[in-house]
C-alpha cells in the first residue's frame, strides 16, 4: 500500500525518494497523474472513515462497509483504469483500447455504487 | 506436404469458417437436448413431482415468492417450522433459487403460459443443465479450442456425476449452481486473459448470483484468490492480474453481503480471509511494479522487495493476531471437516450423520465419471504442457476438487466440471493429432523434426513464435507417453508397427497412413460411444427415482410404486386439525411441511442442534421420560417411518443410532449410547435386544403391534434380518393414528392428560381392567363400597 511503501522509502537515502518523484513527474502523461490525484483523493477519503471507525463508532456497520467498500472499489477500479490507459502496458491490454477501458471502468463504477447504495441502509 | 487422405481443396476459407459455425450451432443445441432429456427419466416413468427432502422447502419458499411476490418472501417468517421458535426464512435461505424459478414464472405468465409454479420448479435443473453446457463450452473454449469445448459440453451434457444432481424434480440450490459456478469461472478467466474490467464486473455479479443461490460459493471464494496467489508466486504478476482480481473482489465482496444469510461473512470469518489477503498483497505487488517503473537504482529495488516481504508478513501476523483474538470468526465446523475429516464425527455427529459427507469410495468415480476419470489426470498433464495462465486455472481446480471429492460424496459435484474440461483437452488433443492429415516428413535434420511434432501436436495453433519450437517439441515428446496414459502404449505401438523406414535417432514423428490414424479413432469413438451408453444406463437406473415414491419389479417386470408417503401425509394433512404439531426426526421435516402442511418441531435445516437433540431423547427415551417432553412443546403427533415389513432400509431404527448420539451430546448422563446394544456389542431389535432399546419410544413406535401381524408365526424384520419379539411392545402414553399400507409410515397420537390426574399408564392398566397392585393402599375404592 502506497503509505507502508513511503515508509520504506524514507529509510533509503532522501534522494533516491526524490529520484522517484522527479522520474514521476517528469514521465507521466497528465493523464495519469490526473488518475492519481483521484486516487489520492479516495485513499485520504478511506483513511478517514477507517479511522472515524476505529476511534468513534462502527456502529451501523453495513453504512461503514458500504462507505469504506465504495472507496475501495473506486480505488481499484481507477487504478485499473490507470494501468489499462498507462501507454507503457499497451502491449499487455492488446484487447482493451483506453477508450474501451473508460467504457469497463464506467460500468464497473454504475455496479459498484448500485451495491454500495443498495448497502447503506 | 502429403496428406493422409484426400482433402478437398477448392474450398474457401469463408465457407469453412461458416460452416464450422453452423456445425457448432447445430451440435451446442442437440447438446442442450439431450441433457435436457437424459433428466427426465423420472418426470416420465413417474410423475412431475419434487424429489429428496431439501427440494421440498425449496418448493415451499418458491409457491410463497409465487403467490405473494418478493417482498413477502424477503420478509417472510414461518412459524411453523421449528416449531415453538419459528424460523425467519429470508434471512437463513440462500434466495437465488426461488428468485430464479420465481422470475421464470412470471416471465411465462407475463407471455400468457400459465404454467403452474410445480413445473417450473420440477423443470428448473434441466433447463439450467442444459445452460451449463454452455457454460462448460465457453470455458474449455478458453482453455484450448472450440472443439475442445464442445467436446467438453457433450460430457457435462449427460456425465451422471452432475446428473445427479440435477434430475427433473431435483429441485435444489446445486440445479443453478453449477451452471454459475462455470460460467463465474468463465468470466473470471476472460477477465484474466484480456485485463478487462468489464469481465471481472460480470464475474462479479455472477459471482453475486451464485453467493445468492449456494453456500458452495466459498469455493470461488478460494478457487480464485488462490490462483492469483500462484500466478504471483510464479512470478506471473501481471497489470491484467490486477485489473482482473480487483474489479471482481471489490465488487464481487460488497455485493456478497447483501445476500442477509451471508451478511457481514465475507469481512468477518476465515473462510473469506484468503481472497482479503490476496486482495492486499495484489496492492503491494502492483505498487512496487509502478514504482520500479520509475527508479532503476539496483539497492533501491531490493529494499523495495524487502518492504514487499515485510509488509506481506505483517499483514499475515494481523490475520492470525485476530483469529486468535477472536475478530476473524474461524473456520465452521461443515468447512473445518473437509480438513480433518475425524473432526465432524467426534465433535459435531449431525454434519457426519448426513450419508452426503461420508468419504467417497473408488467406484463410485467409476459411476459418475466413467472414462472421464482416467483421461482426466492426461488432461491436466497436457494443460501444464502449455501452462498459459489459465491452464493454472484447471491444474488448481483439479487438485483442489480432486482433494474435495476424494473426502466428501457430495463434492463429487463440483469435481464433475473439472474433469469434463480436463478430459475434453485430453481427447480433443489426440483427435487433433489423428485427425490432422499432414504427413510427417522423414528427414533426418532436427530442425524438420521438431517442426513436423508441432504441425502435427496440439499446440500447433497456440504457437506464434519459432524460436521456442523446439524446445515445446522436446517437452512435447518427454511429456506424450505419461500424456497418453494406456493408449499411448497403443499409440506407440501401432505407430512404430507402421512406420518401418525411420532409424532411431532421427525418427520422424508423427503418425504414417490412414490405418494408424483410424485405428486411434475408431478406438476413441467406441469409448464416446460407450460412455453414452453407460450414462444412459446410469441415469436411467440409478439417479432418477423419486424418493417419495418407491418403485419395486413385480415378476413379471410390471412396475409396483410404493406411496406410503404421501398416503401418510395427505393423511394427516386432511384428517387433523390444521396447527396440529407433528413430532419426527429431522429428515422428513421439510416433507411434512411440504406435503402434509402442518407444523413440524425440526426440519432439515439444522440449525438448532439442540432442538434436535430434544427429539432425539424424545425419541430414544422411554414413554414417561418422553411424554413430558412431547406435551411441553405441544406435540399432537408423532410421525415415525418404519421399513421392517417391506424392507425399506432408510427407516428410523437404521437411523436410531444417529438420534442417540445427538441426544447425548446434549443430555450426556440421561442418554448412553451403549445402552442400545445388547452386552455383546451388537445393535439388535430382537429378544435379546437391551432394555434401553425395548423401551425407547422410537422401538416402540417402530414394532407396535408389528408381531401380530403375522398371526402367530415368529414375525420378521426385514430391514435388521431378525425375528421380533413374540409380545410386541405396549404403548400407554400414544394411539395409533395411522398406518400406512405397506407400514412405512406410522403416525401416532399423542393423549391429553387424564381427565383424573392419573398417570396414563396406570389408567391404562385400569381400563384393560388389571388388578392393582396389593401393595399399594386403596382407601378410596374403600370408601365407595
Redesign the interface.
Known sequence: ??P??A??QS??PVN?FH??WK??ND?TPDRLKFIDAFLLFLMLSGIVQFAYCILVTNFP??AF??GF??N??QF??A???R??V?P??RD??K??SPE??F???A??SI??HF??Y??LG | MSTAYPVPSDVSPVTVKNAASLLRIVALSLISGAAIASRLFAVVNFESIIHEFDPWFNYRATKVLAAKGFYEFWNWFDPTAWYPLGRVVGGTVYPGLMVTSGVIYNILHWLNLPVDIRNVCVLLAPGFSALTAWATYMFTKEMKDESAGLLAAAFIGIVPGYISRSVAGSYDNEAIAIFLLMFTFYCWIKAL??????F??IA??FYFYMVAAWGGYVFITNMIPLHALVLILMGRF???L??AY??W???G???S??VPFVG?QP?STSEHMGALGVF?LL??V???QL?R???S?Q??QK??V??VI??GVLGASAFVFLTIKGKIAPWTGRFYSLWDTGYAKKYIPIIASVSEHQPTAWPSFFMDLQFLIFLFPAGVILCFRQLRDEHLFVIIYAVMASYFAGVMVRLMLTLTPVVCVASAVALSTLLDTYIDPTEPIPAEEDVDDSASVVTNGSSAANAPSTQTQSKKAKKAAAAAPPSKGPLGDLVAATVSSTSTKAGASSKPKGIFGIDARLVVILNTLAMLFFFVFHCTWVTSSAYSSPSVVLASQNPDGSQHIIDDFREAYYWLRQNTPEDAVVMSWWDYGYQIAGMADRPTLVDNNTWNNTHIATVGKAMSSSEEVAYPILRKHDVEYVLVIFGGLIGYSGDDINKFLWMVRIAQGVWPEEIQEPNYFTPQGEYRIDERASQAMKESLMYKMSYYRFAELFGGNPGTDRVRQQQVPKVGPTLDYLDEAFTSENWIVRIYQVKKEDPLGRDLKSANAFEQGKKRKRTKPAPRRRAII
Not at chain 2, 486473459?193 to 468489464?198: F, H, M, T, V
Request: aromatic share 12%.
Open positions: 500500500m502506497p507502508k511503501a515508509r520504506a529509510a533509503t533516491a529520484s522517484l522520474a514521476y514521465n456497520y453495513n462497509l458500504a467498500s465504495s475501495v472499489g481499484v477500479l487504478a485499473s483504469l494501468s489499462q498507462n507503457d502496458n499487455e491490454f484487447d482493451v474501451r477501458a467504457a469497463d471502468f460500468l464497473g455496479v459498484l451495491f454500495v443498495n448497502y | 486473459k484480456q485485463g478487462s474490467a468489464l471481472g464486473t462479479a455479479v501481471s497489470d491484467r490486477y485489473v480487483s474489479s473482489y471489490a465488487i465482496t460488497l455485493s453481503m447483501q457481514f469481512v492486499g496492492q503491494i502492483a505498487f512496487a514504482v517503473t520509475h527508479v537504482s539497492q533501491f529494499l523495495l524487502a518492504s515485510a509488509i
